[in-house]
T-cell receptor, first 114, second 111 residues
Framework: AQSVTQPDIHITVSEGASLELRCNYSYGATPYLFWYVQSPGQGLQLLLKYFSGDTLVQGIKGFEAEFKRSQSSFNLRKPSVHWSDAAEYFC????????????FGKGTTLSVSS | DVKVTQSSRYLVKRTGEKVFLECVQD?????MFWYRQDPGLGLRLIYF???????EKGDIPEGYSVSREKKERFSLILESASTNQTSMYLC??????????FGPGTRLTVT
């Protein structure tokens, strides 16, 4: 069965420091991978996606993620975190070829300290 | 921009009430979804619909039903609300390529 694991429930980084949020997936075929962000009280916003091709994908708000098939990972990175990046981040994988559902990880909450 | 709207941001209902959560999207998307979000559990799929009058159960359909009479509107129905259905409910839609657009969510409290 497909699954997504986000090993870190909560991460705190200092403003201006770099960030890496981990995501591991389990999926038999070539996965479609996503990162979403959810600010407090809001819905989810797509940060970036990977379907195929270049394994390093760029997203909005200065985020990037790298697909590593050998490690079944799709980690999210940002070189310099801003206080406004404090939010909950969800990794997701496309569950089937028909494209009708996503499977989400349980999320990582990011706190930014000054 | 794609817009997905949900009828209420906050809702308080009593146990046993019938509850309707409405979701509307303005981008002519075929696929629409209802998730519930609970702390530590992430997002769990309740139901989805890939066309008008079509519906499929997700991972946790028990206690819920849905209605899709028009392409732009997807309703989630709690036939008899219970306290364990207190949660954040998120609606999403997409046309192709899995990229789902989410509404702002409805925080439902059942007392």
């Amino acid at each position: 069965a497909q699954s997504v694991t986000q090993p870190d429930i909560h991460i705190t980084v200092s403003e201006g420091a770099s960030l890496e949020l981990r995501c591991n997936y389990s999926y038999g075929a070539t996965p479609y991978l996503f990162w979403y962000v959810q600010s407090p009280g809001q819905g989810l916003q797509l940060l970036l996606k990977y379907f195929s091709g270049d394994t390093l994908v760029q997203g909005i708000k200065g985020f990037e993620a790298e697909f590593k098939r050998s490690q079944s990972s799709f980690n999210l990175r940002k070189p310099s975190v801003h206080w406004s990046d404090a939010a909950e981040y969800f990794c997701a994988v496309g569950a089937n070829q028909a494209g009708t559902a996503l499977i989400f990880g349980k999320g990582t909450t990011l706190s930014v300290s000054s | 921009d794609v817009k997905v709207t949900q009828s209420s941001r906050y809702l308080v209902k009593r146990t046993g009430e019938k509850v309707f959560l409405e979701c509307v999207q303005d981008m002519d998307h075929e696929n629409m979804f209802w998730y519930r979000q609970d702390p530590g559990l992430g997002l769990r799929l309740i139901y989805f619909s890939y066309d008008v009058k079509m519906k499929e159960k997700g991972d946790i359909p028990e206690g819920y039903s849905v209605s899709r009479e028009k392409k732009e509107r997807f309703s989630l129905i709690l036939e008899s609300a219970s306290t364990n259905q207190t949660s954040m409910y998120l609606c999403a839609s997409f046309r192709t390529s899995y990229e789902q657009y989410f509404g702002p969510g409805t925080r439902l409290t059942v007392t």
